[in-house]
């Protein structure tokens, strides 16, 4: 069974920074990477990772995050410097796995205030 820990959110001023890190375990996974989603709207990718390093961001956030990971222990990183109000979502931890499966995390509230 796939599980998730998930942490690093939390309540930022706007130009800030926070640190989210999920950790993974119950498989061996393809690709690990953070999606969000504002009330009231839909969840979008924010940034994944695969095993091999290959990484793609939303445009939205390229420039202003950062992704890592460290497949020794399954966890994936997500630095997010100059925080908008508008990064304001709850941001959901996704894995997939080597059949493809994907699992999502609890999530995670980023709070940005102006």
């Known amino acids: 069974q796939v599980q998730f820990v998930e942490s690093g959110g939390g309540l930022v001023q706007a130009g800030g920074s926070l640190r989210l890190s999920c950790a993974a375990s119950g498989s061996t996974f393809n690709t690990i990477g953070w999606y969000r989603q504002a009330p009231g709207k839909q969840r979008d990718l924010v940034a994944h990772i695969s095993w091999t390093h290959i990484i793609n961001y939303a445009s939205s956030v390229k420039g202003r995050f950062t992704i890592s990971r460290d497949n020794a222990k399954n966890t994936v990183y997500l630095q997010m410097n100059s925080l908008k109000p508008e990064d304001t979502a709850v941001y959901y931890c996704?894995?997939?796995?080597?059949?493809?499966?994907?699992?999502w995390g609890q999530g995670t509230q980023v709070t940005v205030s102006s």
């Open positions: 996704n894995a997939i796995d080597q059949q493809s499966q994907s699992s």
